[in-house]
């Protein structure tokens, strides 16, 4: 993150002069036609001279999503790879209410900024299954589960000027949710979830599946002065994830620290500018499971890892407007919890996952190099890299089945091997005229694995996206009468087609793959299809003091039949259909 691959730059508290006062804010209002979502929004902020605060929520609510108005399974017959889904028009079990709140304070001054922040998110749906028959049948209906995902986040953090130095402590505290199962679904017609006892109190802990984790963590960063052409940041963090199983067999309960050191330095040699960095990390895993979430070593319920990881990087101008680059990296990544120690049914792949506490952390080495462009009328980038990681983690389906006479989900186990990853990326962007920009980019990304192959030898990575081509074409004609900046915009997208990596794959039973049992409908593989996305904008002068905005966009404007090879519901239900959007937002 701190090279530029992430960067998440949360709003400053506002500020007004000196002694001055201000105050201010901005409504806002969504509705989507396909699956009835109403949404509405409020941001106010205020500052008294250098002390500013800033808060807002926001309220969305959606019934269920529609799906291209096609035959299904049941209308045709058609089975195997490409069969036709379980479920077409309106799918069931996909409705959901959505609120989230959020609240700031900080000051600013010679010394630098300082600020607390908070927000709170809370989703509560439905999740369709597999399972059951098709709709209208009174004696196998629909099956789905309800499902509450919460997360919190509080964090203090300042950004203060001491001497030549600039010092960042962070301490945050983020609060994680997750709540389960078939006998608590979201119910639609009071907007609520079943989850007030017979006393009028609210149970909380009756889930069949009920987990919670605190992630407590602190950083502190030092950017030193600059040295010569040197410039550069140190820094340490700790960290503590207490995951709790209040409920439920799916993963254990257990805490996880981990300590982290780190520097990077950036040196400015122009036409060069070259940066390295390196990080030491220490992470203990401790779990403590119950009899449903033991694996099958239960000796083995601490882990330990000790890594370091580092960067080099290079970026030269060769020409104006024109640079290249080129970054060596390495890095890790520790087996989660659930990685390690899941035992139990998970919903959203259909199938029963099983942990492996022997897992080794994964260790990744790439290489990327790219072109850039940067014009007056130009932005263009192309980049390609390979990625090496040896000990990647994956899911491996082992072609048995959970339940009596093996008639439940497929079971697949934490598994290990060593892959690859190629990919190229490229994008351009041009201005033909004052009012025409067009432009584009293409994705190919590639993955193999040792002995994933279906003859023990390579074979293809699971879970990567299909490639896919996207265009646009943005028109910003000069205003006539009330508008002002008004924007046409088309975009175009082009996914390919995409083969499931055989029985590794998520969803993987629903391809017609050899030694079943394959359900009959729906598909893991996936053809190429082609949507196309259209919007209008403007900020409107009515005169009012204030200058609200609207925009009016339609989704897959030709309501295309088509399954996103990433699509959780790939195996049983179409992606959504055409969905026609109008937001509307009004500062004061």
């Not at 330990?304 to 960067?311: R, V």
């Not at 407007?321 to 989660?336: D, Q």
């Not at 899941?342 to 952390?361: E, K, R, T």
């Not at 890299?385 to 093996?406: C, H, K, M, S, W």
């Amino acid at each position: 993150a701190l090279g530029g691959a992430i960067n998440v730059l949360t709003k400053d508290a506002p500020t007004a002069d000196l002694g001055e006062s201000r105050v201010g804010g901005k409504f806002r209002s969504q509705y989507f036609t396909n699956n009835d979502e109403r949404a509405v929004g409020l941001d106010l902020q205020g500052a008294r001279g250098p002390v500013g605060v800033r808060a807002g929520f926001e309220r969305r609510i959606a019934d269920n999503y529609t799906a291209p108005d096609e035959a299904t399974f049941f209308d045709t017959g058609n089975k195997g790879t490409f069969g036709d889904p379980k479920y077409t028009d309106e799918i069931p079990f996909t409705n959901f209410e959505q609120w989230n709140g959020y609240a700031q304070v900080g000051t600013q001054g010679d010394f630098g900024t300082v600020q607390l922040y908070g927000d709170y998110w809370v989703n509560r749906h439905n999740f369709l299954l597999p399972i059951g028959g098709p709709k209208g049948n009174a004696n196998n209906p629909p099956a789905g589960i309800g499902q509450n995902l919460e997360h919190g986040n509080l964090v203090a953090k300042g950004n203060l000027a001491i001497g030549n130095f600039i010092l960042r402590p962070r301490l945050s505290l983020q609060t994680s949710i997750r709540q389960s199962g078939q006998d608590r679904r979201f119910q639609p017609e009071d907007q609520t979830l079943d989850l007030i006892d017979e006393n009028g109190g609210f149970d909380n802990f009756d889930y069949p599946l009920d987990l919670k984790t605190d992630i407590y963590t602190g950083r502190f960063e030092m950017v030193h002065p600059k040295i010569g052409s040197v410039s550069g940041t140190l820094g340490a963090e700790v960290q503590l994830q207490d995951a709790q199983t209040r409920s439920g067999g799916l993963q254990p309960s257990a805490d996880t620290w981990n300590v982290g050191l780190f520097v990077f330095e950036e040196i400015d040699l122009e036409p060069w500018t070259l940066n390295a960095g390196v990080r030491g990390d220490f992470r203990s895993i401790e779990a403590d499971p119950t009899p449903k979430t033991l694996a099958s070593n239960t000796g083995n319920l601490s882990n330990e890892y000790t890594t370091l990881s580092g960067a080099l990087g290079a970026n030269v101008k060769v020409a104006d407007g024109v640079a290249l680059a080129a970054n060596l990296t390495s890095g890790f990544r520790a087996p989660s919890i659930f990685e390690l120690y899941a035992n139990g049914v998970h919903g959203g792949v259909a199938a029963f996952q099983v942990g492996d506490p022997d897992l080794d952390p994964e260790r990744a080495y790439s290489a990327d190099a790219s072109v850039r462009v940067r014009r007056d009328r130009l932005t263009a980038e192309v980049t390609g890299y390979v990625n090496a990681i040896n000990d990647y983690i994956f899911l491996e389906n082992t072609n048995e089945n959970r339940g009596p006479q093996g008639g439940g989900p497929p079971i697949y186990e934490a598994s290990q091997t060593d892959v690859v990853i190629p990919g190229l990326e490229a994008k351009v962007e041009t201005q033909l005229r004052p009012w025409l920009h067009v432009g584009g980019q293409f994705t190919v990304l590639g993955g193999t694995g040792d002995d994933l192959g279906s003859d023990g030898g390579d074979g293809d990575l699971p879970l990567l996206p299909a490639d896919n081509v996207q265009g646009f074409v943005h028109l910003t004609p000069a205003g006539q009468g009330p508008l002002r900046s008004p924007r046409i915009e088309v975009d175009l997208k082009r996914g390919f087609d995409k083969d499931a990596a055989g029985r590794f794959e998520p969803f993987s039973q629903f391809d017609d793959l050899e030694g079943g049992p394959n359900p009959p409908f729906g598909t893991a593989s996936t053809k190429a299809y082609t949507t196309v996305d259209a919007s209008a904008e403007s900020r409107f002068a009515l005169g009012l003091g204030t200058q609200p905005s609207l925009r009016v966009e339609v989704r897959n404007v030709f309501d295309t039949d088509y399954r996103d090879f990433l699509d959780t519901y790939k195996g049983y239900a179409l992606s959504p259909g055409r969905d026609l959007r109008v937001s509307l937002s009004v500062p004061f």
